[in-house]
């Protein structure tokens, strides 16, 4: 009697501090819930095929790989028909196992891991922007202002004419052209939020701007001029050890 | 002035360093022994001034893709150049020049290159042997790789060859993170130029010896730059880190011995195989030899990419290259000097600190890929460093508990921090949490989040404090 009062009082206690379901936020993995919720649009009956060119890329990737380890190829294979479709439905997952003759528990062990795979469909261009410190330290948040002014969307949302997805994503690896966006395989570096806007309004109107720096450098060379490789460089066999 | 001049039969005159050369017009030698062997050795006296790098020295010649990048423009900058009589030298002579320059590795973890590629030099067992080029570049504040890549891919599939030649390597699989769409398709290309041009594939070179080169493209994971995660994410899985031993030279990938090594690690080692081991040891400090990309972003005028000396000052580094910092050196709070995973250093240390690995152990940080993430004194340093803390959440695997539950702690709570929204023990309680990372995890992204947590705390408590004590007051106003 007494026990079991006990352990009400310690039930209750921690049952007030377990946040309640409704409350919590859904647990985001990389690229939305981790797990699948069939609806219309994406449920194993999902119509899904490779095209016999793709058939032939996988074929051509799966050679890549020693024999007997045909289950490496997932990660291209899952590519290749993310590019197909533009998005992962259940049905491609599972015909990727079909193709490399895995368990499909495997192919969405991948797809759940990686942040590129994107489960849930996506706008024709997806905007990913970097929010990573030396983007942030170099004003990523009003570039991230911009985009949602312009385009009237949040973080992770479509627009309604489906044409653009906004994510917000981790360091993409070009820091030195901080602020920047990635657009499908694009980098737009140097931004500033004209820069962005009229990039936004190109693709609108269905011209795909060309990558890299807007700021007028051509990579990543400093910005002023030159301070190093300023001369043509050296040719063939300069400095090279005279016992060769 | 009397000087006795004598001129030396063998080797070369030793000059030590001041002394009697100034006496001397026409440059005569000074008194040497004849007995002591430092006679008959090259001395040259012990380098005090490290950088600016002479163009000459440079072994990225189209950093700045200025010139083409494809075979031809290749050839002409010098690489592939004697190529073939290098792999003819075999396995122990590049060994051993690569182990000469004392080149270290440059993926973060400086561990010597010689004695790495070493560890794969033991008769074969009947399993095929791989080299792993890792070019998942992922770490903020890094983006040096991705030069090499679309503007200088030729000298990475040449040291894919020289490389993968010197530890015995059936082929080697370049694995690129998935955002590089455009630097992989570069690469690919030039795989393709030295597939057609005989270079590599079957008797690469005509040395007799059969190499292949394959890209494989990541699709967004950070942890899959860690070594033995690279190595689950090319074997089809998800890039969860495996523990070590075994290490990647006994079981790497599909099972066989592997070495992963960077690609600016891979990159250099054919310029080192041609111009000597002792040219490039001869750059930056002793035991942090040769030359290094750094990055320089942030807070600068002119944020780039160069290719310079190891051991430069951070000083020197930041003001000849990247146009000095945003409002003057003195307007500098601090820097991170190694990609994110480095601690951060104030303005007093950043004064005279070398970038070499040794300087920065010195200084309680590290060089890790000599990314440099400059700060102002504009910046939140609290919310710089939470949003690091947050990238290190997203990226970890999940595999372990100390970064799975720990990092995701001390997000919450370095957001709160940011606030002000907590108390003074909690900074203690961080500092005892990251302590409790750093060490037990499976792999170093563990370390790599706990490391800026006590950076910050280190040097800058009394900000964190005062930020705290500030929020203090606004809720009793409030109440």
Not at chain 2, 371 to 382: C, Y
Request: charged letters at 20%; glycine letters at 10%; one cysteine or more.
């Amino acid at each position: 009697m007494f026990l079991s009062r006990a352990i009400c009082a310690a039930v209750s206690q921690s049952a007030r501090q377990v946040r309640s379901l409704h409350r919590s936020a859904v647990r985001a993995g990389a690229g939305g819930i981790f797990v699948h919720r069939d609806t219309p649009d994406n449920n194993p009956d999902t119509p899904f095929e490779f095209t016999p060119e793709n058939m032939k890329r996988i074929e051509a990737i799966i050679l890549n790989y020693p024999e007997g380890h045909k289950a490496a190829a997932t990660i291209p294979v899952l590519d290749v028909a993310q590019r197909q479709h533009g998005w992962l439905p259940i049905s491609a997952m599972n015909k990727v196992a079909e193709v490399l003759e895995i368990a499909p528990m495997r192919v969405y062990e991948v797809a759940t891991f990686y942040t590129m795979f994107m489960r849930q469909p996506v706008g024709k261009y997806h905007i990913q922007i970097c929010t990573t410190t030396p983007c942030m330290l170099c004003d990523s948040d009003s570039i991230l202002a911009a985009i949602q002014n312009k385009l009237g969307i949040k973080v992770g949302q479509t627009t309604p004419d489906k044409l653009f997805t906004l994510s917000e994503v981790e360091c993409l690896g070009a820091c030195v052209n901080a602020p920047m966006v990635q657009i499908n395989d694009n980098y737009y570096e140097d931004l500033n939020t004209a820069d962005i806007e009229q990039i936004l309004d190109e693709l609108k109107a269905g011209k795909v701007p060309p990558p890299g720096p807007r700021n007028g450098r051509f990579s990543c060379e400093p910005a002023g001029g030159l301070t190093s490789l300023t001369g043509p460089p050296p040719g063939p066999g300069f400095g090279v050890r005279s016992d060769l | 002035m009397l000087t006795l001049s004598r001129i030396l039969v063998s080797g070369a005159a030793r000059v030590p360093a001041a002394a009697a050369v100034a006496a001397s017009q026409s440059g005569a030698t000074t008194i040497t022994r004849f007995n002591s062997t430092a006679a008959q050795q090259q001395e040259k006296p012990k380098k005090t001034k490290f950088g600016p790098l002479a163009d000459e020295d440079r072994i990225f010649t189209n950093l700045y893709g200025r010139h083409d990048w494809r075979l031809k423009g290749a050839l002409s900058r010098g690489d592939w150049y004697k190529t073939k009589e290098i792999l003819l030298k075999g396995v122990d002579w590049i060994l051993n020049e690569v182990k000469t320059s004392g080149l270290r590795g440059r993926g973060g973890a400086g561990f010597p290159t010689g004695m790495k590629w070493g560890f794969m030099n033991k008769p074969s067992d009947g399993r095929p042997k791989y080299l792993v080029v890792n070019a998942d570049e992922g770490e903020p504040g890094t983006c040096k790789d991705r030069e090499i890549m679309r503007h200088d891919p030729h000298k990475l599939v040449e040291g894919c060859l020289v490389a993968g030649r010197a530890m015995g390597a059936r082929a080697a699989y370049i694995y690129i993170r998935g955002e590089f769409y455009n630097e992989s398709s570069n690469l690919q290309v030039a795989i393709n130029e030295a597939y057609a041009a005989g270079l590599i594939g079957k008797n690469a070179c005509d040395s007799g010896y059969d190499f292949d080169v394959f890209v494989m493209r990541g699709a967004g994971a950070y942890i899959c730059g860690e070594e033995t995660a690279l190595i689950e994410s090319i074997e089809g899985k998800q890039g969860k880190p495996r523990l070590k031993p075994p290490f990647p030279a006994d079981v790497g990938v599909f099972g066989c011995p592997t070495t992963v090594a960077n690609v600016e690690t891979v990159s250099v080692a054919p310029t080192i195989c041609r111009r000597g081991g002792s040219w490039f040891v001869g750059l930056g400090r002793e035991r942090n030899s040769g030359t290094k990309l750094f990055n320089i972003s942030g807070h600068v005028n002119t944020p780039c990419t160069v290719e310079e000396e190891m051991s430069i000052p951070l000083k020197e580094l930041i003001e000849r290259h990247a146009g000095g910092v945003r409002g003057g050196w003195d307007n500098l709070l601090c820097v991170i000097p190694g990609g994110s995973s480095t601690p951060l250093i104030p303005r007093h240390v950043c004064d005279d600190v070398l970038m070499d690995f040794d300087g920065l152990i010195q200084a309680q940080t590290g060089l890790g890929t000599a990314a440099l993430i400059v700060m102002d004194k504009s910046t939140d340093v609290i919310r710089a460093i939470a949003r690091l803390i947050e990238f290190y959440k997203h990226e970890s695997c999940g595999q372990c508990t100390p970064c799975r539950e720990g990092v995701d702690w001390m997000n919450n709570m370095m957001w709160r921090f940011v606030k002000g929204d907590a108390r003074e023990a909690e900074i203690d309680m961080i500092w005892e949490i990251s302590k409790q990372i750093e060490g037990h995890t499976i792999c170093a992204l563990g370390d790599g989040a706990a490391w800026p947590v006590q950076g910050l705390i280190r040097h800058f408590r009394p900000v964190m404090e005062s930020r705290i004590a500030e929020f203090k007051q606004k809720q009793q106003a409030r109440a």
